[in-house]
């Protein structure tokens, strides 16, 4: 690996320019070209009575498949814009651009999906055996028996066109309301205040005091902003509901359950297996209590930190210790996380005007990933860099699959990325130089438990429980919030003094409109990934071929099959899910243990 590492990513080798860049004009126009040329093959393309008159539409198949690989390849270049530099208005330009070729996009792609949806079986039959056509079966077949579900192809245009300023219009409205709460602060500088994002930040102060009182602000502010959001999500959820209503669907988890290729039963039984293992993770936080001097924790006192680490770690160390415990595991993940490291496709400078947060975009067109962060030399922001690299690392393995085969769901997307953080986080925890740094790294650990097991499990039996409430009218703001702390009670098993009732408000995942049930797939993601990591475990060196063959089947395959196939598992069956939570467990176990003499 090369020295010194770049702190900033190349987004010139891609489109010199920037916002500005003539490439990327040209790249829109011709994009814009050509899904114009699909429209109009699209119009004139009808169902083949006979398998070989399929052949007829090879050239609609190929031009989808490429559209839709160029419209990711420029939204994510403006993503990448806007969170380098959040003053980029140009960037804001080419991401409505591209938004609006997106929109047009998928209703000639619906128009398509009815050809499909009316080809009878027999012809379907032979059309899928065709060589150039069969490697796209499992894709091509999915989108066929969505179609036969939805309403006809008018009417979902004429849904996608309404969603733009209805559905997806509340989606930017409620964001509208996020940037115009100012919460109060007062520290040793004076009084300010804090946009939400800042603000935030605060809940996970290492001073009580500051926690505890920005909690109080937060709760007010939310609750200032309640009836604006209380709207804001009826009516999302209203539209949702008719949506379904009019495609026949009467379980609000069809949508989100199809998306992630994954059965209510699999789902269920991994709930299950949680809840069960839940007693050991009420154990850790009623322990934690006590090693920070209280009765029982309250909301913002379950991530806190139980000490402070003052030792930071260079970025390159990071970068040098990743790639070596990657490659204990696979030579190949080493080697290709090197070359991200060389190449520059990360973004790790701490400066002004960035975007929060982290994420990983692919290129498909360039066949290349980036990824985006804040690096602050802390154990945790090493794990998010080893996170997001595992998303990239899963990208590349797909590079040669025609498009439509790399197009994974959300729950195995964070398992990629999820087993690339536990690889690292594990070897943090065996290389621990003292008790203290290895209590400090097993409570890290255990807090992702703490987030998939019950903050997540809380979204989700809030999100199901209004979706069924809705269903017989509007649910008023204080109703939203008494649902929100039911679920956190049952959640957290009633083990914490004090809930967060406006956390439906606050809370992002829920007004977005790109994914229905922003909770789920995180846990399903994770378990899998825990469950992966113990095979690795057993397995040893063998298992990092079976490893990448499973990511490379992630987007032509059900969940349930990619298992069978691969590890040859039921994931109905409770088995697999319950070693993962074993291993989970067996932190705790070694955390009271180590913690015992503190309490």
């Given at each position: 690996m090369k020295k010194p590492l770049s702190l900033t990513w190349d987004l010139e080798s891609i489109y010199p320019g920037g916002s500005s860049s003539p490439e990327l004009a040209s790249f829109l126009k011709k994009l814009e070209g050509d899904i114009e040329s699909l429209q109009q093959l699209v119009k004139t393309s009808v169902p083949p009575v006979q398998a070989e008159a399929s052949a007829e539409l090879d050239k609609v198949i190929e031009l989808l498949q490429s559209c839709t690989g160029r419209l990711v390849q420029a939204y994510e270049f403006a993503t990448c814009l806007g969170a380098q530099n959040q003053q980029d208005k140009e960037a804001v330009r080419v991401a409505s651009k591209v938004m609006g070729l997106r929109a047009r996009f998928e209703g000639i792609s619906s128009q398509f999906d009815n050809v499909l949806r009316q080809t009878s079986d027999e012809v379907w039959a032979g059309w899928m055996e065709r060589p150039g056509i069969a490697p796209l079966q499992f894709v091509l077949s999915e989108r066929r028996n969505l179609a036969r579900e939805k309403m006809s192809p008018e009417l979902e245009s004429l849904a996608l066109e309404l969603a733009v300023d209805g559905y997806h219009g509340w989606s930017e409205h409620y964001e509208t309301i996020v940037g115009s709460i100012?919460?109060?602060?007062?520290?040793?500088?004076?009084?300010?205040?804090?946009?939400?994002?800042?603000?935030?930040?605060?809940l996970d102060d290492s001073d009580p005091n500051v926690r505890k009182a920005m909690f109080r602000k937060w709760e007010e502010a939310w609750g200032g902003a309640a009836e604006y959001c209380a709207d804001t999500l009826n009516h999302l959820?209203?539209?949702?509901?008719?949506?379904?209503?009019?495609?026949?669907?009467?379980?609000?988890?069809?949508?989100?359950?199809?998306?992630?290729?994954?059965?209510?039963?699999?789902?269920?039984?991994?709930?299950?297996?949680?809840?069960?293992?839940?007693?050991?993770?009420?154990?850790?936080?009623?322990?934690?209590?006590?090693?920070?001097?209280?009765?029982?924790?309250?909301?913002?006192?379950?991530?806190?930190?139980?000490?402070?680490?003052?030792?930071?770690?260079?970025?390159?160390?990071?970068?040098?210790?990743?790639?070596?415990?990657?490659?204990?595991?696979?030579?190949?993940?080493?080697?290709?996380?090197?070359?991200?490291?060389?190449?520059?496709?990360?973004?790790?400078?701490?400066?002004?005007?960035?975007?929060?947060?982290?994420?990983?975009?692919?290129?498909?067109?360039?066949?290349?990933?980036?990824?985006?962060?804040?690096?602050?030399?802390?154990?945790?922001?090493?794990?998010?860099?080893?996170?997001?690299?595992?998303?990239?690392?899963?990208?590349?393995?797909?590079?040669?699959?025609?498009?439509?085969?790399?197009?994974?769901?959300?729950?195995?997307a964070e398992t990629a990325s999820t087993f690339a953080e536990v690889i690292v986080s594990d070897a943090q925890v065996k290389a621990a130089g003292s008790a203290e740094e290895k209590i400090a790294l097993l409570e890290t650990k255990i807090q992702n438990s703490v987030a998939f097991f019950m903050n997540i499990h809380a979204r989700f039996l809030f999100e199901t429980r209004f979706y069924e409430k809705r269903k017989e009218g509007l649910v008023n703001a204080e109703e939203l919030s008494e649902l929100m702390e039911e679920a956190q009670k049952e959640a957290f098993c009633g083990v914490l003094s004090e809930y967060h009732p406006h956390f439906w408000a606050s809370k992002l995942h829920f007004y977005s409109t790109d994914v229905p049930f922003y909770n789920f797939p995180y846990t399903v993601g994770y378990m899998f990934s825990t469950g992966l990591y113990r095979l690795a475990l057993q397995e040893g060196a063998s298992f990092a071929d079976k490893y990448d063959d499973l990511l490379r089947d992630t987007g032509v395959m059900t969940l349930e099959d990619l298992v069978s196939k691969h590890l040859n598992v039921d994931l109905t069956q409770p088995d697999f899910w319950q070693g993962a939570a074993d291993l989970i467990v067996e932190d705790i176990n070694e955390f009271l243990s180590m913690t015992e003499h503190l309490a």
């Open positions: 100012q919460i109060p602060f007062e520290d040793e500088e004076g009084s300010k205040l804090l946009s939400v994002g800042q603000a935030f930040n605060k959820a209203g539209f949702r509901l008719k949506l379904y209503a009019g495609r026949g669907w009467e379980d609000v988890l069809k949508e989100p359950l199809s998306l992630n290729r994954m059965s209510h039963d699999t789902l269920n039984v991994m709930w299950d297996v949680i809840n069960q293992s839940k007693p050991a993770l009420v154990s850790y936080l009623k322990r934690k209590a006590k090693l920070l001097g209280v009765d029982s924790l309250s909301w913002v006192d379950v991530g806190a930190p139980l000490g402070e680490s003052t030792e930071k770690i260079p970025y390159e160390q990071a970068a040098a210790d990743i790639v070596n415990q990657f490659r204990k595991f696979s030579p190949k993940l080493a080697e290709f996380s090197e070359q991200a490291f060389d190449s520059n496709w990360i973004e790790v400078e701490d400066r002004p005007g960035k975007r929060p947060g982290g994420f990983c975009v692919s290129f498909p067109e360039s066949k290349e990933s980036r990824i985006f962060m804040t690096y602050s030399g802390t154990a945790s922001s090493v794990s998010t860099l080893a996170h997001e690299l595992g998303h990239a690392y899963h990208s590349y393995l797909l590079d040669d699959q025609p498009f439509f085969n790399q197009n994974y769901a959300m729950n195995v």
